[in-house]
């Protein structure tokens, strides 16, 4: 399962111009770099700050490009001695950018930068290493909830739960997010004492402040204070101002709050609309990146227990090709829709072309399910079924719960709009 994982997000990287810089950082960058050899410490100070500008000149000054000149760079200071002003500008103008609302609305992302700010402040004389240490610590993370969507959608809900980050990512990717980064920043030539922060076998005070960064970005986008003020309390790290630190926190938290409140307040509605605003804006281009943006957090907004893709294969038949929920990986290679018509509900909304709801499966008869139906999903209480048309019925979006969850006329109006969204890229 861990190379199954591994395989997966280094596929969904490939072409992808990665996690995108803030407008602000680039800007300074820029700025910076015009002043020449005068502004290089004002350059490196500022690429600290972002994650995107951290990863990209690291891994470039160790790829193979340069590694007669500065193998092992582990600071953003060495990797510019190697690369030079004239890459490091081609790098920055390359890189995506975001506004800081859209930072904002990224909560992993969001919470990287804090951490990587949290962690400057501790170690004001190591700013530097503090920054890069506590970036790559959550690198893991940050992937996955670029890459992963189904994945962090299913860490999320373990860790709602009652189950912890470390645990949650365990069991969903068989591989804690701190070892998915030990991967990744291995897979791109950094240094092993860049690798031994991220696995916790490195420099005790980088490690330390790390980890410490992150648990309190993550407590302080969440507005727990109290919590952020015990770990704060509990931090044992020689040449760390906790008073100075405990300020900057406790501002963050008031900082955090009105974005906590509007993420507490926002309905199923609300962020089924983003989705389908998002997805519309993205234009994704096949079946296979659509379906993986958008199962995971259609289910998650309307507390579905599988939200399932079906597609019509040469054979006749309607085959899952995507899904989320509980016990996919069974449902992808047994539940189908056979080609021969039969009296079940999925067969009626194919050839009749027509969304089905059915509020109470328990009043079906089996016969009106597909074969196993009723042993594969026992739980399920209630389910809908959207065709996808071309010039024929040509796939099904199907979404089912297994709890008492009512939808709203207004919901269910936004998640025909979402199916719609498949009918350009679908198979004629």
């Known amino acids: 399962m861990t190379s199954k994982v591994l395989d997966k997000l280094l596929h969904a990287m490939q072409g992808s111009k990665g ?18 050899d005068e502004g290089k410490h004002e350059v490196v100070q500022h690429i600290i700050q972002d994650f995107a500008l951290t990863q990209k000149v690291l891994k470039l000054a160790n790829s193979a490009m340069y590694a007669p000149f500065g193998s092992g760079a582990a600071s953003v ?18 890189t995506d950018l975001v506004s800081d609302d859209e930072v904002h609305q990224d909560g992993n992302l969001s919470r990287t930068l804090l951490a990587s700010e949290l962690a400057r402040n501790a170690f004001a004389d190591r700013a530097e290493d503090a920054s890069i240490a506590t970036l790559m610590y959550e690198v893991g993370r940050l992937m996955t909830s670029k890459y992963l969507a189904a994945e962090t959608v299913a860490i999320d809900h373990k860790v709602a739960q009652g189950m912890n980050v470390q645990a949650a990512s365990l069991e969903v990717l068989g591989m804690t997010y701190q070892e998915l980064g ?72 008031e900082e955090a709050r009105p974005f906590q409140l509007t993420k507490l307040n926002e309905t199923a509605e609300q962020a ?26 259609l289910a998650a907004s309307l507390q579905m227990a599988h939200c399932l893709l079906f597609m019509l294969t040469r054979s006749g038949e309607f085959r899952v090709r995507n899904a989320f929920g509980k016990g996919v990986d069974e449902l992808k290679s047994k539940l189908r829709i056979s080609a021969e018509f039969l009296p079940t509900t999925f067969h009626a909304a194919i050839k009749n072309n027509i969304d089905i709801s059915i509020a109470d499966v328990s009043k079906l008869r089996e016969v ?47 998640v025909k709009e979402l199916r719609s969204l498949f009918t350009p890229i679908f198979p004629q």
């Open 272 to 297: 089924l609309n983003a989705l389908l605003q998002m997805l519309t804006l993205e234009r994704k281009t096949s079946v296979e990146e659509l379906s993986n943006a958008m199962l995971p957090e």
């Open 182 to 253: 030990v991967e990744l920043a291995a897979r791109w030539n950094l240094p092993l004492n860049i690798l031994s922060t991220i696995d916790g076998t490195g420099d005790p005070a980088l490690v330390g402040i790390a980890r410490f960064s992150s648990q309190a970005s993550s407590l302080i986008h969440e507005c727990k204070s109290e919590d952020v003020n015990n770990l704060l309390r509990n931090l044992d790290l020689p040449g760390v101002d906790k008073s100075r630190l405990g300020s900057l926190m406790a501002r963050k938290v």
């Open 19 to 36: 996690v995108p810089a803030t407008e602000r950082s680039v800007a300074s960058v820029l700025g910076a770099l015009d002043i020449g």
């Open 77 to 94: 200071s060495s990797a510019m001695n190697v690369l030079g002003s004239e890459a490091v500008l081609h790098l920055v103008l390359g």
């Open 368 to 414: 009106s399910l597909p074969e196993g139906y009723c042993q594969m999903l026992p739980q399920v209480t209630k389910f809908i079924i959207l065709p996808i048309t071309t010039n024929r019925v040509t796939g099904l979006l199907y979404c089912d719960w297994d709890s008492d969850k009512t939808l709203k006329t207004s919901e269910m109006d936004v």
